[in-house]
């Protein structure tokens, strides 16, 4: 039977007017148009291991397969519990205040909706990920946003302090910080907690690339200060950790009285998260040198890219963490950021990404960013291309 359109779907009100098709799809579809080398989209062109897919594919056919507890398998809660202990002395009962996500974006959506009301605001640090302020207007919050300094993107809490008014919900932040690569320090978490010391603001943490931190710098996460912890959701994510984004499987550790608020949104939201890559996980952790091997095993992938791209007309800004690196190409071009990364894809074989898209206006700043996270082979490929600039 032939399906006609003859009919109007009725009117709606969009509830995401800003909305369009992401920047990160639009120059993935542009790069694979015109055979670009992709480092544009943020996620690894390797495999993880093959133990921990062994182990998932063990998990279904032991018959795991059916649905996990709500807040996530015990075994992989207990799991994440003794990693945080480890790495930063916060002991979480994986009982009440760890719950497994689908995924850092849903674990993001779900706090915010769980906690922040109609009429609130909410400080972002700008630039930032491009999922935060959806979020926001979903929960008929305001989005304010503070804009990081311009010259070591780094935060400037003066100016988080002047944003802070009767009606702050929660500030969310972001370390390390993607786009940038910058990585927050104990002064900044010190400053923070005695910032919000007081008030009810709450804390939107996303730590999702907690473990790639480089040149001997320690992540400083907001679990490390008990004061902070008190007020903050920590967020993190399996599939950056493990090179396997596409199982979408993070965590959230809260206090009970935010976690109890966070389940009452996530069992509605998604209910529970695929149970054989749980069961896999969990037995995955045993094993930390995974993790604490990280820093090493992309900080190599940035060194080897920056040195690549030294003798060129890019100016690279500084990279303490995550794996992308951003540079400034204005001795190369006076286009927009925008432009200049469609020029790069179309012309040069080169995607990236242009820095406006984690800001809510257009930037001057002309800065793009390029993810590392790829096979030598795709790196050389790149720069062999990029170093004709």
């Given at each position: 039977?032939?399906?006609?359109?003859?009919?109007?779907?009725?009117?709606?009100?969009?509830?995401?007017?800003?909305?369009g098709?992401?920047?990160?799809?639009v120059?993935?579809?542009?790069?694979?148009?015109?055979?670009?080398?992709?480092l544009?989209?943020?996620?690894?062109?390797?495999?993880g291991d093959?133990?921990?897919?062994d182990?998932?594919?063990?998990?279904?056919?032991?018959?795991?397969?059916?649905?996990?507890?709500?807040?996530?398998?015990?075994?992989?809660r207990?799991?994440?519990?003794?990693?945080?202990?480890?790495?930063?002395?916060?002991?979480?009962?994986?009982?009440?205040?760890?719950?497994?996500?689908?995924?850092?974006?849903?674990?993001?959506?779900?706090?915010?909706?769980?906690?922040?009301?109609?009429?609130?605001?909410v400080?972002?640090l700008?630039?930032?990920?491009?999922s935060?302020?959806?979020?926001?207007?979903?929960?008929?919050?305001?989005?304010?946003?503070?804009?990081?300094d311009?010259k070591?993107?780094?935060v400037?809490?003066?100016?988080?302090?002047?944003?802070?008014?009767?009606?702050?919900?929660?500030?969310?932040?972001?370390?390390?910080?993607?786009p940038?690569?910058?990585v927050?320090?104990?002064?900044?978490?010190?400053?923070?907690r005695?910032?919000?010391r007081?008030?009810?603001?709450?804390?939107?943490s996303d730590?999702?690339?907690?473990?790639?931190?480089?040149?001997?710098?320690?992540h400083?996460?907001?679990?490390?200060?008990?004061?902070?912890?008190?007020?903050?959701?920590?967020?993190?994510?399996f599939?950056?950790?493990?090179?396997?984004?596409g199982?979408?499987?993070?965590?959230?550790?809260?206090?009970?009285?935010l976690?109890?608020?966070?389940?009452?949104?996530?069992?509605?939201?998604?209910?529970?998260?695929?149970?054989?890559?749980?069961q896999?996980?969990?037995?995955?952790?045993?094993?930390?040198?995974p993790y604490?091997?990280l820093?090493?095993f992309?900080?190599?992938?940035?060194?080897l890219?920056?040195?690549?791209?030294?003798?060129?007309?890019?100016?690279?800004?500084?990279?303490?963490?995550?794996?992308?690196?951003?540079?400034?190409?204005?001795?190369?071009s006076e286009?927009?950021?925008?432009?200049?990364?469609?020029w790069?894809?179309?012309?040069?074989?080169?995607?990236?990404?242009?820095?406006?898209a984690f800001?809510?206006?257009p930037?001057d700043?002309?800065?793009?960013?390029?993810c590392?996270?790829?096979?030598?082979a795709?790196?050389?490929?790149?720069?062999?291309?990029?170093?004709?600039?």
């Amino acid at each position: 039977m032939t399906i006609t359109r003859d009919f109007a779907a009725p009117p709606v009100t969009t509830r995401l007017p800003k909305v369009g098709t992401t920047i990160f799809t639009v120059m993935s579809a542009l790069a694979q148009q015109h055979g670009a080398v992709n480092l544009g989209q943020g996620f690894p062109d390797f495999q993880g291991d093959p133990a921990l897919v062994d182990a998932v594919a063990a998990a279904m056919r032991a018959g795991h397969n059916q649905y996990p507890p709500m807040p996530g398998l015990m075994s992989l809660r207990e799991a994440v519990a003794g990693k945080i202990e480890s790495l930063h002395g916060a002991s979480y009962d994986p009982d009440r205040e760890i719950t497994i996500t689908a995924g850092a974006t849903q674990a993001i959506l779900t706090a915010v909706l769980a906690l922040v009301h109609p009429g609130d605001e909410v400080i972002v640090l700008e630039p930032c990920y491009d999922s935060y302020e959806p979020a926001l207007t979903l929960a008929g919050a305001t989005t304010v946003r503070v804009p990081l300094d311009p010259k070591t993107l780094h935060v400037d809490m003066a100016r988080v302090a002047a944003a802070l008014t009767p009606r702050t919900r929660a500030i969310m932040v972001n370390t390390p910080h993607n786009p940038s690569g910058t990585v927050w320090n104990a002064d900044e978490r010190r400053q923070l907690r005695d910032l919000l010391r007081g008030t009810n603001v709450l804390v939107i943490s996303d730590e999702v690339y907690e473990h790639m931190v480089f040149d001997g710098q320690p992540h400083i996460s907001v679990c490390g200060d008990p004061e902070l912890a008190a007020r903050s959701l920590l967020i993190s994510s399996f599939g950056k950790t493990f090179h396997v984004t596409g199982w979408k499987v993070g965590y959230v550790a809260a206090p009970p009285e935010l976690m109890a608020e966070f389940r009452k949104v996530h069992q509605f939201n998604v209910f529970t998260v695929n149970t054989p890559m749980q069961q896999g996980l969990a037995q995955y952790l045993a094993n930390p040198a995974p993790y604490l091997d990280l820093p090493d095993f992309y900080q190599a992938k940035r060194d080897l890219f920056r040195a690549g791209l030294a003798p060129t007309k890019f100016r690279l800004l500084p990279c303490e963490g995550t794996y992308f690196q951003c540079v400034d190409y204005s001795r190369i071009s006076e286009l927009e950021d925008d432009a200049f990364c469609r020029w790069l894809t179309e012309e040069i074989g080169v995607a990236a990404i242009p820095l406006s898209a984690f800001h809510e206006q257009p930037t001057d700043q002309r800065i793009i960013r390029f993810c590392f996270a790829k096979q030598e082979a795709t790196l050389q490929a790149a720069l062999a291309r990029l170093q004709g600039l």
